[in-house]
C-alpha cells in the first residue's frame, strides 16, 4: 500500500456502499419472503419495484396526491397486483418442475415491464420529486449524500417493521410455520394459501418500497428494473431462505461493489456481483446463512 | 384411421421414421425446404435464415435443459462466443467449413467451464450460477475490444462456398438449412446412445443415475458441452447471416426467448424444439405485419409495437405454463390423434 494512501477516499467508499447496501438487502428481503414462503425465486421482483414506483409518481406527480397518501395508494395498489398474480398464475403452477416456476416468474417480468412501458413509455425518464432530505453529513472530512442516509434508514426501518412483524404477531408466526413446513402448519389449523398469498403481497410491497427509493435517488426510468437482478447475488451469498442473510450480505455486497467501483472503475462495478455469485456458488452453495439441502431418494 | 404399424424386424424397430409414410412426407418436405428460396421474396429468405438458426440453438438447449434438466440463462452468451470465434477466424481468411466446428468447439469449451458448477448445484442455483455467466460474458465481449470490436461490434466477411460468396439471404440459407436438418438428425440420433440416455436418467434423477453407474461428472459436462457446441455453431451461422455484430444481440432477453421457445414448444422433444422456435420466430413477425397494417387507421400503432411484443412474450410464457404445460407438441399430437382415429372418435 502506498504511503500517500488516502483512508478518507477508503472511509467515503466504504461508508457509501454500507448506506447502499442496505437498500439492497431491502430488495434481498423481497426475494427472501418469496423463496421461503412459497419455493420461488421471483424474477419479477424488478417490475414489482418499477410498478410501486410508476404508481407513486402517477398518483404524487400527475394526480397531485400528497406523497405520504400516494405512498399509501401505490403500496396497497402493488400488494393487490401481487394478489392477483400469486392467485391466477402461481398458484396453478404450484408443485411444478423449479423450471416452469423460474419461466412463468420471467414471462411476468416481460408482461409486466412491457405493460409498464405501453403506459408510461419505454424510453422516458421521469424526474422524481424530492423525497429525501438532500442535506450532507460530514464526518470530518468523509462527504456523505443525505439522500443515501435516508434511504439506508427507511431500508433498516421497513427491515425491521417485518422483522419484529414475523416475529411477535400471529399471523407473522404463522407465515413461517407455513414456510417451514406446509404440511404441518396446514395440520395445525394455518391457512397456508392465505398466507402465501400474503407472502406474495409482502414481497410486493417491500418491491415497490424499495423501487420508490430507488427512483428517488437515481430518476424513475425501466432501467430501475435491472437493479433487481445485480441483488440476486445477494441472496445467494445470504442464503436464500434467511433473513439475516439478506441483511448482512446486503451490506457485504454494497461495500464491495462501492470499493471495486471506486478503484477499478464504474464497467467493473456491473459485473461483481455476478462474480460473487458464481465464486459462492463454486465454494457454499447454500450461502453465509442458508439451509443446507439434503436430497434423499 | 391408421391401423397395422407392426415392427417386424430390429432394423424397422430402430429405424427413425418407422413408416413408408413418413418418408414420404419427409421426402416432401426436404423437396419443398429446397425450393422455398427460389419463391419468395428477401424478407421471407431472412426470416427463414433465422429460423434455422434459432432452432439449432433452441435445440442445443433442449439438449441441456429439456432432455439433461440443466437450466441455462446463458445460452445467448454462448451463442455470442461462437459468433465471435466466427469473427475472428472468418477476418484471418479460414474457410466457414473449418470456422463452423471450430466456433461450436470454443463454445463447448466454454460450456464446460461454466457448466462445472453444476456439479454441486441445480435446479434455481444452477439457472442463477448461468445467469451469471451470461453477465460476465456479455462484459467481455463488450470490453475485450481488441478482439470483439467493443460496443461498436465486429464486421464478418461472406462465407464462400465453391467460389461463390454467401451475400444475401437467398444463399446464406443454402447453408444455414443443410447444418440445422444436420444437427437436428445428429440430435435424434444422440438419444438412442448411450450418452442421451444417460442424459435423461440424469434429467428424471441425478442421484438414481449416480447409482446405476452413470458419472455424474462426465455426463452433466457433457450436455453442457453439446448444448454450447449448438448455440455456438447457431452463433456462427447469426455470423454469417448478419455478417456485423454487437454484444448487444447475446442479452439475457435472447436467452429467455430461447428457453420460452422450448418451453413453448415442449420440453426434451425435438419436435417440439422446432414448433417452438417457428412460433416463437413468427410470432414477432406476424406482430409486426399486423401493427404496419393497423397504422392506416390507428397512426401510434408502432410506438407501442415493442411493448406489445414484450407483453405478448411474457403472457405467451404465462399461458402455455398454466393451460398447456407440455407445449405446442402436444397439441400436436392431439390433432394427430384424432386423425389416427377418425371417424370412430371425436
Not at chain 1, 488516502?6 to 434481498?28: F, K, R
Not at chain 1, 400471529?170 to 417451514?180: D, K
Not at chain 2, 454469417?240 to 429467455?256: D, Q
Request: proline letters at 4%; one cysteine or more.
Amino acid at each position: 500500500m502506498p504511503l500517500d494512501f488516502d483512508w478518507y477516499e477508503l472511509a467515503e467508499y466504504a461508508a457509501l456502499g454500507l448506506l447502499a447496501g442496505g437498500l439492497q438487502a431491502l430488495i434481498a428481503l423481497g426475494f427472501v419472503l418469496v423463496y421461503k414462503g412459497t419455493g420461488v425465486i421471483n424474477f419479477a421482483m424488478g417490475e414489482f419495484m418499477m410498478l410501486g414506483a410508476y404508481f407513486f409518481y402517477t398518483a404524487n406527480v400527475m394526480w397531485g396526491i400528497p406523497a405520504l397518501a400516494a405512498l399509501i395508494l401505490s403500496l396497497l395498489a402493488v400488494a393487490l397486483v401481487s394478489a392477483l398474480i400469486e392467485k391466477a398464475i402461481l398458484r396453478p403452477l404450484s408443485g411444478q418442475p423449479v423450471i416452469s416456476i423460474l419461466m412463468v416468474t420471467l414471462g411476468l417480468a416481460s408482461a409486466l415491464g412491457g405493460g409498464i412501458n405501453a403506459i408510461w413509455g419505454g424510453g422516458h425518464t421521469y424526474e422524481m420529486p424530492a423525497l429525501l432530505p438532500r442535506t450532507p453529513l460530514y464526518l470530518g472530512d468523509v462527504f456523505i449524500p443525505g439522500q443515501m442516509i435516508w434511504s439506508f434508514l427507511l431500508a433498516a426501518a421497513v427491515i425491521l417493521v417485518f422483522s419484529l412483524y414475523f416475529r411477535y404477531t400471529a399471523t407473522g408466526v404463522s407465515m413461517r410455520a407455513a414456510a417451514s413446513d406446509p404440511t404441518t402448519a396446514y395440520v395445525l389449523g394455518v391457512d397456508v394459501r392465505a398466507t402465501q398469498r400474503l407472502t406474495w403481497m409482502f414481497a410486493g410491497v417491500v418491491g415497490a418500497v424499495a423501487g420508490i427509493i430507488v427512483a428517488a435517488i437515481t430518476n424513475l426510468s425501466p432501467a430501475l428494473g435491472g437493479v433487481a437482478l445485480g441483488v440476486l447475488s445477494v441472496i445467494i451469498l445470504g442464503g436464500l431462505d434467511s433473513i439475516v442473510g439478506a441483511i448482512v450480505a446486503g451490506l457485504i455486497i454494497g461495500l464491495l461493489e462501492s470499493l471495486t467501483a471506486g478503484y477499478l472503475g464504474g464497467k467493473v462495478r456491473d459485473i461483481v456481483p455476478y462474480v460473487i455469485v458464481l465464486v459462492i456458488l463454486l465454494i457454499r452453495p447454500y450461502g453465509l446463512f442458508g439451509t443446507r439441502e439434503i436430497e434423499r431418494l | 384411421m391408421r391401423i397395422g404399424d407392426f415392427r417386424e424386424s430390429y432394423e424397422h424397430d430402430e429405424a427413425i421414421w418407422p413408416t413408408r409414410v413418413q418418408r414420404g412426407w419427409l421426402g416432401l418436405l426436404v423437396l419443398l425446404l429446397l425450393c422455398f428460396p427460389f419463391g419468395v421474396n428477401g424478407y421471407v429468405a431472412g426470416v427463414a435464415c433465422l429460423l434455422g438458426i434459432h432452432i439449432i440453438a433452441a435445440t442445443g438447449l433442449n439438449i441441456m435443459t429439456g432432455y439433461t434438466g440443466l437450466i441455462s440463462l446463458g445460452h445467448a452468451a454462448f451463442m455470442g462466443v461462437g459468433c465471435y470465434t466466427t469473427a475472428y477466424l472468418a477476418q484471418r481468411g479460414v474457410p466457414f467449413i473449418l470456422v463452423l466446428p471450430l466456433s461450436g468447439l470454443m463454445a463447448g469449451l466454454l460450456g464446460v467451464v461454466v457448466g462445472l458448477p453444476s456439479l454441486r448445484i441445480k435446479g434455481l442455483y444452477l439457472a442463477v450460477a448461468t445467469l451469471a455467466a451470461q453477465f460476465i460474458l456479455v462484459y467481455v465481449f463488450r470490453e475485450w475490444s481488441s478482439v470483439t470490436g467493443g460496443v461498436g461490434g465486429v464486421t464478418i466477411p461472406a462465407a464462400r462456398l465453391m467460389g461463390f460468396e454467401l451475400r444475401n439471404d437467398h444463399s446464406v440459407y443454402f447453408l444455414i438449412m443443410p447444418v440445422a436438418i444436420l444437427l437436428l438428425i445428429a440430435a435424434r440420433n444422440l438419444f438412442r446412445t448411450r450418452v442421451g440416455r444417460a442424459f435423461i436418467a440424469i434429467r428424471d434423477r441425478d442421484i438414481s443415475a449416480e447409482v446405476l453407474g452413470i458419472n455424474l461428472l462426465h455426463y452433466k459436462l457433457a450436455a453442457f458441452a453439446i448444448g454450447s457446441f449448438y448455440a455456438g455453431v447457431a452463433g456462427s451461422l447469426l455470423g454469417y447471416f448478419y455478417r456485423a455484430i454487437t454484444p448487444e444481440y447475446f442479452t439475457l432477453e435472447l436467452s429467455i426467448f430461447y428457453l420460452a421457445a422450448i418451453i413453448v414448444g415442449g420440453l426434451g422433444s425435438l419436435l417440439g424444439t422446432i414448433f417452438g422456435a417457428v412460433f416463437m420466430t413468427l410470432l414477432p413477425e406476424l406482430l409486426r405485419v399486423s401493427v404496419s397494417y393497423a397504422t392506416q387507421w390507428a397512426p401510434g400503432a408502432t410506438s407501442v409495437l415493442s411493448s406489445m411484443q414484450q407483453i405478448v412474450f411474457g403472457l405467451l410464457i404465462i399461458g402455455f405454463l398454466v393451460f398447456e404445460p407440455h407445449g405446442l407438441l402436444e397439441v400436436w399430437r392431439r390433432i394427430r390423434r384424432f386423425f389416427h382415429l377418425w371417424p370412430f372418435r371425436a
